[in-house]
């Protein structure tokens, strides 16, 4: 309990109280009823979980967020930065110099919907504010806010846009238009690796006598650093059977550049060592992409075709989820859980062979039969 009492060689009043981690507080006022008014509410907010820290209150969204960014030391190099310029770009110039404790639904109101005014799609404002809604969830759970103003935010529908698939002759014509000894990054895109995945393959991860191919490592690119380490889920270090085709290819590869070491780096600089993002898509991908007349494929359309294809082939989604190495069946599901026409005829085509074997091929004539049946 809190008490109240005149304070020291002056005719004001304390009230004196404990917070949540047991640190003495005092607040002076002019009279014994303001005093009094002030503790009963601290004690109520104490006793609710709602009290919280005057001066961390007054901290600014900009500090609040560094802090955020500063609290999570092993979040992945690429995710932070990914959350830095979204505040950044998006969020620290609209409300970074408000005190967090003061940013109300009505200012996060305004920032979902500034993002929308630009132009940005609905993905992007989602995941710009999933950024905002965890640095405020961080700041309640640390007793920072007492309450998060994220609330009640209506966020826009994802509108699905058509991306491009290429089919299997449109890589390997891309394939044919990269430089030799890169030829063998888009079989791995096509392969259902991500960009990272595919800079990152040693040769001891392949396995040519089992013919499968170990994905537990990555080279990213952030901020001009490259920075190795493992995949982006659990789910993502994977270890897949590759198509005979794609390992004959990798074989030519590692014989013609000399890599036989296991630690060695399947794709590596002109110069050795780990491939640059940027380089690579400035000078490498990027003309190919002229060349083969495929403007526009980002490299990470390579794997979305390979699920797709997979797909297709009539490949189960749950066999897909592995092969790219997905966190979540529902992440298969979401992409690639439309059934293509092709794989729908051939279920309707088993069904009519079932039919025809157990009731006899005139059963299933359809319509004909049935009005023979009515007369």
Not at 114 to 122: C, F, K, Q, V, Y
Request: hydrophobic share 40%.
């Amino acid at each position: 309990m809190g008490s109240i009492r005149r304070a020291p060689r002056s005719d004001r009043w304390e009230a004196r109280f404990r917070d949540v981690l047991g640190h003495q507080r005092t607040r002076t006022f002019d009279n014994k009823t303001d005093a009094r008014a002030f503790l009963a509410a601290v004690e109520t907010d104490i006793a609710r979980g709602a009290w919280q820290e005057p001066t961390a209150a007054r901290i600014t969204f900009e500090q609040l967020a560094e802090r955020w960014l500063d609290s999570n030391p092993r979040k992945r190099p690429t995710t932070r930065q990914r959350d830095a310029d979204v505040l950044r770009v998006h969020l620290v110039p609209l409300i970074g110099p408000l005190p967090a404790g003061r940013i109300l639904p009505a200012h996060v109101r305004q920032v979902v919907e500034t993002m929308i005014e630009r132009g940005l799609a609905g993905s992007t404002v989602r995941t710009n504010y999933g950024v905002l809604r965890a640095i405020f969830g961080w700041a309640v759970e640390n007793d920072l806010l007492a309450r998060s103003p994220c609330r009640g935010i209506r966020l826009p529908e994802i509108v699905a846009s058509h991306r491009p698939v290429v089919s299997a002759e449109d890589i390997f014509r891309l394939a044919d238009a990269m430089r030799t000894d890169y030829r063998v990054a888009i079989l791995l895109g096509a392969l259902g690796l991500r960009q990272a995945e595919a800079f990152g393959l040693r040769v001891g991860s392949i396995d040519f006598l089992r013919k499968t191919l170990t994905v537990d490592a990555t080279i990213n690119e952030v901020a001009g650093q490259l920075i190795e380490g493992r995949g982006k889920t659990a789910n993502a270090n994977r270890t897949i059977t590759m198509p005979t085709y794609i390992l004959d290819e990798l074989s030519a590869h590692l014989a013609r550049t000399g890599r036989h070491d296991p630690a060695a780096l399947v794709l590596q600089s002109p110069g050795g060592g780990p491939v640059r993002a940027t380089n690579f898509r400035l000078r490498v991908y990027g003309p190919a992409l002229q060349r083969a007349a495929l403007p526009g494929l980002s490299f990470h359309r390579l794997r979305h075709s390979a699920g797709h294809m997979m797909r297709e082939a009539g490949v189960p989604l749950e066999v897909i989820q592995r092969r790219l190495g997905h966190a979540s069946i529902r992440t298969t599901a979401d992409i690639y859980g439309t059934l293509p026409e092709a794989v729908d005829r051939s279920a309707a085509d088993k069904l009519d062979q079932l039919f025809a074997s157990a009731c006899g091929a005139d059963v299933v004539q359809g319509p004909a039969n049935s009005k023979s049946d009515a007369s």
